[in-house]
Every structure is written in C-alpha cells, then in structure tokens.
Nanobody, 123 residues
Framework: HVQLVESGGGSVQAGGSLRLSCVVS????????LGWFRQAPGKEREWVAS????????YYGDSVKGRFTISRDSYKNTLYLQMNSLKPEDTAMYYCATSGRTYCSQAAYEYDYWGQGTQVTVS
C-alpha cells in the first residue's frame, strides 16, 4: 500500500521561503520518478518539478525555475521542494506524486500515486 504524506506548507510573505517534504512509503517496486504538482482554486493542476529515480536529473516548470529546488533522500524515502523568492502566484495546494515510468513526465496522468496535499499561501 503506497502512501505519500506531504508537510511543510504554510503562510509566508512574498519573497519568503518554505520547504515542503513528502514521505513515501510502501513503494516496493523499482525506485520511482518523483514529482511536485500544484493546484490553485479554479485552475488546472500544474506540474512544478520532477526528479529522476537516482536523483541525478531534475526538471522544473518555467514558472519556478531558478527559485525552487527539488531533491530526494532515498535513505529516508523523502522528497523535498525548497521554495525561495515566493510570489503570490505560487499560492496553491501542493501535491507530491510517484511515477513508475522510466522517464519523468510533466503530465499528471502519468503519475500513479498522490499525496493529500499541503497548502502554501503567499501574501
């Protein structure tokens, strides 16, 4: 039974920073690609970033490139998203997800398991 549990969300002023965490458990198959997505009220779910199974490759959406950093600690089965220089438009529910594919996709439908989300509010 795969579970993903996010934490670290909260309210912050513009220009501030937050670090999101996502603990992945129960994934007994090969190490997955991990990703972060976000969804603001009334908007579609948006891909934020992904990291390859070994952690050697990272990918970012244009809106967060240079401000956010994705990383993973495979020993702790934990995914991170360091968010700096936050903007009001970063306000959303943030979700972590796993993908068993051999590549890291930007498409939400290619991710198999999802966390419950953690809210980030930037004012």
């Amino acid at each position: 039974h795969v579970q993903l549990v996010e934490s670290g969300g909260g309210s912050v002023q513009a220009g501030g920073s937050l670090r999101l965490s996502c603990v992945v458990s129960g994934y007994t198959y090969k190490r997955p690609c991990l990703g972060w997505f976000r969804q603001a009220p009334g908007k579609e779910r948006e891909w934020v970033a992904s990291i390859s199974p070994g952690g050697g490759s990272t990918y970012y959406g244009d809106s967060v490139k240079g401000r956010f950093t994705i990383s993973r600690d495979s020993y702790k089965n934990t995914l991170y998203l360091q968010m700096n220089s936050l903007k009001p438009e970063d306000t959303a529910m943030y979700y972590c997800a796993t993908s068993g594919r051999t590549y890291c996709s930007q498409a939400a439908y290619e991710y198999d398991y999802w966390g419950q989300g953690t809210q980030v509010t930037v004012s």
